[in-house]
């Protein structure tokens, strides 16, 4: 059974730009559901993301918070390939894992995977990375709810990716110190 929390969740745009103040949409999602957030801090929304989430907790909308930013169209980032130097800082900084690339490589985004988070700018230490529209026309309700979608389902596999990761680190790290001999 879905909770409130769920709800509100699947009515955010899954982008995880972190505008809102919390470390993505769910924590957001969270906040919202215990009372302890408005349901006005996220501007890639939209004024009906604002309108849903306040139907959905019975509130009254709001205004967006100024402190969040502005209604945008949604954007994708571009790496102006010239210029990048294949440092790698801007993976780790993409919460939906739409920029490849490798170390000493030059980075390209898919753009039909960005979110248009920008959590990549400030990774970026030669500037190579800039915010473009996404689209010409406006998405439909549909397409906006498909994008969500798949914006969660690739932030929640790269958070899975990341913790089989950790798991198999710690247990290398404890199989090597049951390895190591011990003081003599």
């Known amino acids: 059974m879905a909770t409130l929390t769920d709800l509100l969740d699947r009515l955010l ?3 995880q730009c972190r505008r809102c103040g919390y470390d993505g949409c769910r924590p957001y999602a969270e906040a919202m559901a215990e009372h302890s957030a408005p349901a006005n801090r996220c501007p890639p929304g939209g004024p009906s993301t604002l309108a849903a989430l306040a139907a959905a907790l019975g509130r009254e909308p709001l205004p967006l918070e100024p402190s969040t930013g502005s209604f945008a169209p949604p954007t994708v980032a571009v790496i102006d390939e ?3 130097i294949g440092c790698a800082k ?3 900084a993409c919460p939906v894992d739409a920029i490849v690339g490798a170390r000493r490589y030059m980075h390209t985004v ?5 979110s248009g988070c920008d959590l990549c700018l400030p990774a970026c230490p030669v500037d190579c990375i800039s915010m473009q529209p996404a689209a010409a026309a406006p998405l439909t309700p549909a397409e906006i709810s498909d994008r969500a979608l798949a914006y969660r389902n690739r932030m929640d596999a790269r958070s899975a ?7 198999a680190n710690l247990a290398a790290l404890l199989a090597a110190s049951h390895a190591a001999p011990g003081p003599t």
């Open 110 to 114: 898919l753009a039909a995977d960005c």
């Open 82 to 84: 010239a210029l990048c």
């Open 90 to 92: 801007c993976l780790p």
């Open 161 to 167: 990716r990341e913790e089989r990761a950790r798991a």
């Open 13 to 15: 745009p899954q982008t």
